[in-house]
């Protein structure tokens, strides 16, 4: 079965310092990668994905995330982190193969960022 | 443009009655699902739908039931309810959760079972 491992419960970073959140995963294939944030009192709303290809991805907000095979990872950066960044962010995995429907969600990691 | 709304957005219960949360998306997607989110845990599935007619278990549906009627529709039933089952429900659906993964989420309905 898959899983998705996010190491870091929590993190506070200072406002315009650089920023990586940490994801690992696990299953057999090429997965399907997500990151979705998740803003106070608000549902989850997708920041980026990789599917294949290029195993640097951009999203939005001014997000990226690197996809590594070897270390079965896929960390979320951002250079230059907003107040408005803070949120709790989820990494998710879901099965490339033929008849899954199912995303597997992280724990998350919840950003506070310090002005 | 609506996207998925959720009804209730807060509910509070006692054990044992029984409701239905509400989720109804404009966007013609053929899949929901329902997950829960608690401290700690992340988000779990509980029930997912891949269109009209089909159902099927997450990875904790035991205590819920779903139905789907109509594409916009995707009800989630607590036949008798818990103090387990105290969460943050979210709704999301996909216009093709295969293709995509895209999943579009609700705002999410906070129940409380005492």
């Known amino acids: 079965a898959q899983s998705v491992t996010q190491p870091d419960i929590h993190i506070t970073v200072s406002e315009g310092a650089s920023l990586e959140l940490r994801c690992n995963y696990s299953y057999g294939a090429t997965p399907y990668l997500f990151w979705y944030v998740q803003s106070p009192g608000q549902g989850l709303q997708l920041l980026l994905k990789?599917?294949?290809?290029?195993?640097l991805v951009q999203g939005i907000k001014g997000f990226e995330a690197e996809f590594k095979r070897s270390q079965s990872s896929f960390n979320l950066r951002k250079p230059s982190v907003h107040w408005s960044d803070a949120a709790e962010y989820f990494c998710a995995v879901g099965d490339s193969g033929a008849g899954s429907y199912q995303l597997t969600f992280g724990k998350g990691t919840k950003l506070s960022v310090i002005p | 443009n609506a996207g998925v709304t959720q009804t209730p957005k807060f509910q509070v219960l006692k054990t044992g009655q029984s409701m239905t949360l509400q989720c109804a998306q404009d966007?013609?997607?053929?899949?929901m699902s329902w997950y829960r989110q608690d401290p700690g845990m992340g988000l779990r599935l509980i029930h997912y739908s891949v269109g009209a007619g089909i159902t099927d278990q997450g990875e904790v549906p035991n205590g819920y039931n779903v139905s789907r009627s109509t594409t916009e529709d995707f009800p989630l039933r607590l036949l008798s309810a818990a103090p387990s089952q105290t969460s943050v429900y979210f709704c999301?659906?996909?216009?093709?959760?295969?293709?995509?993964?895209?999943?579009?989420f609700g705002e999410g309905s906070r129940l409380t079972v005492l």
């Open positions: 990789y599917f294949s290809g290029d195993t």
């Open positions: 999301a659906s996909s216009y093709s959760i295969l293709n995509t993964g895209e999943l579009f």
């Open positions: 966007m013609n997607h053929e899949y």
